[in-house]
């Protein structure tokens, strides 16, 4: 005798391993930065300046 699953919990079951596998990926993402989400305290549209001589004989 064969035996089916629900399609409501199919459903159900397809969704746990998807929200599962978000909170992994949004847990993994949280230890590096993101390219284009810098980290807080960093303007994104500035650029580091560089302090010192910037060429021969300053």
Known sequence: MKQQVPTWLAVVIVLVVIV??????W???????IVGFPEQGMPMHKAPM?????????
């Open 20 to 25: 599962i596998a978000g909170l992994i990926v």
């Open 27 to 33: 847990k993994k993402a949280g230890e590096k930065p």
């Open 50 to 58: 560089h302090k010192g001589p910037t060429g021969p004989g300053k």
